[in-house]
Every structure is written in structure tokens, then in C-alpha cells.
């Protein structure tokens, strides 16, 4: 259940609306704060991906585990 | 003529990577080895060629060019949607489709659905859908690689030579390598890619100047500064594009790729390292294709900038030929060619060149997944498994590409290209339409062949619906929309210049809704239907 909250709220923060019509602040001076926004969520899929990996990892669908 | 050197010396590269991939698995000819390099890719090539698969010409040239047009908008659109549901989905689905493909032997999605469903001829007609979704792919990659060498050799090399070096090299590494020559050779050109970008952007900054300077006077201009922010995109619009990533596993040659894995655990580092390539290759493509709209100093993209503006200012007043003709001028999806031609030394526009040959060449595993369902969908399905022997369908795999490969060669010489932006366009929308038959497949006991036929059904006649309205109803000046279905004073069905769109949103939406939908209501109706015992016994 934690997962699915996990996944539905990063879903749901891909839909910026606070920053929909904000180009300030530059973030290192000549990025725009929509574009530093979703280039930072990317990296936070990353992180998700990675709890997910290490906590609901479908082990039981490696045949070795069988063995 | 050194770029087109550089170009010529890569394609020798991926044969030669493709001839000795071939070699490798000679001493092994069977069909598991030649259609899923015998299940055996280790992580890195795993990652790199699953990623290397997933991008199209689209990724670097089709990203900067919409980002000339649109702005920022373009990495929430395409980019950082699709981190987030492909990694999801190959953790969710493509881990599932990987262990019964090992436990039961499956080369393709539809060798899965007509056992899970227990039926035959549907799978089939699922074959079809597909194969028909997948063709327009290949027949583009034969036209841009016509295209990139005839640009890229100043015209030394005519469109209809490039087309056809670029189909022969292709050809052979599938034809012998199979799908081990086609990872390997994804797995180098993914390389390439994520080199490119950093390097691209580093060499253009220092062109230009340093990018403080640019940005600031695109904030200072009313014409550029909302291309800095989304305020021309409704949140709807942008909302309804998360719906396109979800074609991604449906795409035959990722699902099928999602079998070559040598160990489950492989697909651990790939769904956690998957963004991450998303960034570094999205981020460089978008903010390059945002900043050329301040390079007036290149002649080529001073020249969009004015067709741009023509059309902004007399657009509606204007002859709908004229404005085509405006619209291809001030289309972008050479926008970053020109910037490394303005900006950066000639290495880099020969590796540039490079980078754009290997993402036009990105067509090789969809020839080999095309090959790959027809060989055991089709023909093995059909021959029985008495008749349909190794040797003989490895043969009829390699007679396949060959077909294959020779029959787009020739629509794109005689095929207009636009027809296949079209096709194109609507088949990721029909992909995505096609993935409740997976997750259907995989995670509901309930479902039938019954629903299965009618999402596939449906997700066919709304892709040609669709394609056809694209086509008839012409574009309308960029901001404005033609309604052509309106109910009870509301538009449903409007033609905008970006595309048809329903309700506001990208057709990709209710096409996925309403194919989940008749999968979940039509297996309901069809309860006798349901797979037995045994067969559920194997999935659940």
C-alpha cells in the first residue's frame, strides 16, 4: 500500500500547476524553474525506483529462488 | 565531407559489432539464441539496449524541434513522464513477462496471450494489430537515414543510395547477429547518445557565449518568454500526455526485449538507472532546442525565427498552401544541426552526424521483433511444433528481415513522408491502447479472449479514425481549433495545429480508457470463456 502512495504521489506531482507560469528563478542563472523542476523529479523517479527495488522486488518470480 | 566520413566509419562500426555478435552465438543456432540471444544479456547491455531501443530519431532531433516550437513544456510532455511509467512498467509488467517467458518458453507477447486466453486465432488478429502499428517505424528510419546522409555528404550521396546503405547495414547485422548483434549494437549506439549531450551542450554554450545572457533576452522578448514557462499548454493537454509512456511495454520489440535477460535481477539496476539516461539525454535535446530560438546569428535558424513569425502575424489571412509551406520552414526537427553547425567545431557535427545515424538505425529491433512474431506467431503457430524445427525458423526469421527491409526500402522511395508522421504519431497512441491487454493478461484472473479481441479491435479502428481525421480535416493556424464533432454545444472532437484532440485531451486517453473498459466489460459477459483451472494455475 505504501508503494502505491509512494507511485500515485509522484504522479500526481508531475502535474506542476505552482510553477505553470513561473520562469524565475533561473536555477544556476539560465535554467528555468519548470525546466530545474522536472529534470529534480527525474532524479526523484530515480530514488523512488530505487526504494522499490530494495523493499517490493518480486523475488518470487526469479526461478533461482526456487532452486 | 569529414562529417560524412565519420557517418561512414560508424555504420562499418555497428556492422562489424552486429557480424561479430553473429559469431558469437554460431556455435548456438537455435531459435531462442537468434530471436533472444539465448535469454543471456547481462545488466549493462540489458540496460543500455533496452534504453537504446526506446529511442527513436524522435529523442534528439524530434525533442529539440518540438522544444524550439513549444518551450520548456516539451521535457514535462515527453521526458519525465515517460522516467517515471517505463521504468514502472518494466518493474511491474516486463519482470512478469520475463519469468513466464523463462518458465514457459515464450519469444513473443502474443505466444503468452493465446496461452493465458487459451486461443488461437485471436492471437492472431493481436499479431496484426500490432505488426500493422509497427510497420510505419521502420519505413521512417529507411527515410532519415536517406535523409542524414544525403545532408550530412552535402548531397554527394542522393537520398535513394543513403536510404539504401543504411537499410543494407541494418539488414545484415539483424541477419546475422539477431537480436545479440541488434543489443550489442543498441547498446553502442546508447553509448554515443549519452555522450553526445554533454559535449553538445558544453560546445554551444561556449559558442554562444554562455547561456545567462541568451536566456535573459528571451525573458526580456514577448515572442520567447513563454516559451520559458507552460502557460500555453492547458494542464489537461499536459496531463493527458502521461498516457503515452504506456505504449512503451506494449511496443512488441520491448516486451520481446524484456526476454533477453540473462538473470531477473538485471532488471533491477535498469529501472533505477532508467531516468537517470532519460536526463541526460532529454534534458541537453530540450534546453538546446529552447535556447536556438536566440541563435539569430545562424542563418538557418534566423530563417525558421522569420517563417515563424509570418505565420504568427498573417496566418489565418493566409492560403492554407502558403501556410504548409510556412509551417515545414519553421519546423525545428533540424534545429540542433544547425546550432552544432553554427556553434561547434567540425568534430563534433561529424559526431553529431554519428549520434543521428544511430537514432534513425534504432529501427533494428523493431525488424527483428516484426520477424520475430511472424516467424512464431505465424508461421510456427500454424506449421504445428512438430514441423516448425529450429534451423527452419531460424531461416524463415532472416528470409523475414530480408522481405522486410527490401519492402520499406520501397515505400519510402515512392511513400510521401508525411503519411508516416502521421502513422507514427497515432501508433504510440495505439500501443498505449493495447497495455490493458497486458496488465489483463498478467494480473486479472477474470479477463477472456473475448475482451482481449474487442481492446484490439477497438484500439484498430480508433487509430485509423483518428488518422483518417488527421488527414481530411487540414490544420488550422497555430493557437486555433476546428470543431468537428460537437454534442449538446460542446466540442468533443476539435482538429487542432498540434493534432486531433478529444475533449481537450490527446486521443491516446480515451482510446486507453475505453479499450480498458471492454476488456473489463466484455470478459464480465463472457465468463464461460474464462482460461481452466490448469491454465490459470500457471499465471496466478
Known amino acids: 500500500m505504501a508503494a502505491v502512495l509512494m507511485v500515485a504521489a509522484l504522479y500526481a506531482l508531475h502535474q506542476d500547476f505552482w510553477f505553470w507560469r513561473a520562469a524565475r528563478p533561473l536555477v544556476f542563472g539560465f535554467l528555468p524553474i519548470g525546466l530545474f523542476y522536472h529534470a529534480a523529479y527525474t532524479l526523484a523517479i530515480a530514488l523512488l525506483m530505487w526504494v522499490l527495488v530494495r523493499t517490493h522486488w518480486p523475488a518470487h518470480l526469479d526461478p533461482a529462488a526456487h532452486e | ?540
Open chain 2, 1 to 540: 565531407m569529414i562529417p560524412a566520413v565519420v557517418v561512414f566509419l560508424y555504420l562499418g562500426v555497428v556492422l562489424t559489432i552486429g557480424l561479430f555478435a553473429g559469431r558469437a552465438s554460431a556455435r548456438k543456432r537455435d531459435a531462442e539464441d537468434y530471436f533472444l540471444a539465448g535469454r543471456s544479456l547481462g545488466p549493462a547491455v540489458f540496460l543500455l539496449s533496452l534504453f537504446g531501443a526506446n529511442m527513436t530519431a524522435f529523442s534528439i532531433l524530434g525533442a529539440s524541434g518540438h522544444a524550439f516550437a513549444n518551450g520548456i513544456v516539451t521535457y514535462g510532455l515527453m521526458a519525465s513522464s515517460s522516467a517515471l511509467i517505463i521504468p514502472l512498467s518494466l518493474f511491474v509488467v516486463g519482470t512478469r513477462l520475463w519469468a513466464l517467458g523463462k518458465r514457459h518458453g515464450f519469444i513473443t507477447p502474443v505466444q503468452m496471450f493465446r496461452d493465458r486466453w487459451e486461443c488461437g486465432h485471436i492471437g492472431t488478429v493481436i499479431f496484426a494489430v500490432q505488426a500493422v502499428l509497427l510497420v510505419p517505424y521502420i519505413v521512417i528510419a529507411v527515410i532519415g537515414g536517406g535523409t542524414t546522409l544525403r545532408a550530412v555528404s552535402g548531397g554527394l550521396v542522393p537520398f535513394w543510395l543513403g536510404g539504401a546503405i543504411v537499410s543494407m547495414v541494418v539488414m545484415a547485422y539483424v541477419f546475422f547477429g539477431g537480436m545479440r548483434g541488434t543489443a550489442w549494437v543498441n547498446a553502442f549506439q546508447t553509448v554515443l547518445f549519452l555522450s553526445f549531450g554533454t559535449i553538445a551542450v558544453a560546445v554551444i554554450a561556449a559558442g554562444m557565449g554562455g547561456f545567462r545572457q541568451a536566456i535573459e533576452a528571451m525573458l526580456a522578448a514577448p515572442s520567447t518568454a513563454p516559451l520559458l514557462t507552460r502557460e500555453r499548454v492547458s494542464p489537461w493537454y499536459f496531463f493527458s500526455y502521461t498516457f503515452i509512456p504506456l505504449s512503451s511495454i506494449a511496443f512488441p520489440h520491448i516486451g520481446i526485449f524484456c526476454l533477453t535477460a540473462r538473470r531477473l535481477a538485471h532488471f533491477r539496476r535498469t529501472v533505477v538507472l532508467y531516468p537517470i539516461c532519460m536526463l541526460a539525454i532529454w534534458l541537453p535535446s530540450v534546453f538546446l532546442g529552447v535556447i536556438a530560438n536566440r541563435a539569430v546569428d545562424v542563418p538557418a535558424i534566423a530563417a525558421k525565427l522569420e517563417a515563424r513569425t509570418t505565420l504568427a502575424a498573417e496566418g489565418p489571412a493566409l492560403p492554407s498552401g502558403r501556410r504548409d509551406e510556412l509551417r515545414a520552414r519553421a519546423a525545428g526537427d533540424d534545429v540542433i544541426l544547425a546550432l552544432v553547425q553554427g556553434y561547434a567545431p567540425l568534430w563534433l557535427t561529424a559526431l553529431l552526424g554519428a549520434s543521428v545515424m544511430a537514432a534513425v538505425m534504432a529501427s533494428d529491433s523493431q525488424i527483428l521483433a516484426l520477424s520475430t512474431m511472424f516467424t512464431e506467431d505465424v508461421v510456427a503457430f500454424y506449421l504445428g511444433a512438430r514441423r516448425a524445427r529450429d534451423a527452419l525458423l531460424v531461416q524463415t526469421g532472416r528470409l523475414f528481415v530480408v522481405a522486410l527491409t527490401v519492402v520499406a526500402y520501397l515505400i519510402a522511395l515512392s511513400v510521401p513522408q508525411s503519411i508516416f508522421d502521421i502513422a507514427t504519431q497515432y501508433a504510440f497512441a495505439g500501443y498505449s491502447a493495447l497495455s490493458p491487454l497486458l496488465v489483463a493478461a498478467l494480473f486479472w484472473k477474470g479477463s477472456t479472449r473475448w475482451g482481449a479481441l474487442a481492446a484490439a479491435v477497438w484500439t484498430a479502428a480508433a487509430v485509423l479514425a483518428v488518422a483518417v481525421l488527421q488527414s481530411v480535416v487540414p490544420a488550422p493556424p497555430p493557437g486555433a481549433a476546428v470543431a468537428v464533432l460537437t454534442i449538446g454545444g460542446v466540442e468533443v472532437v476539435t482538429r487542432a495545429a498540434s493534432g486531433a484532440q478529444v475533449l481537450g485531451l490527446l486521443p491516446v486517453v480515451p482510446m486507453t480508457l475505453i479499450s480498458a473498459l471492454l476488456m473489463v466489460m466484455v470478459s464480465r459477459w463472457t465468463p464461460a470463456s474464462r482460461p481452466g483451472a490448469a491454465t490459470l494455475a500457471r499465471y496466478f
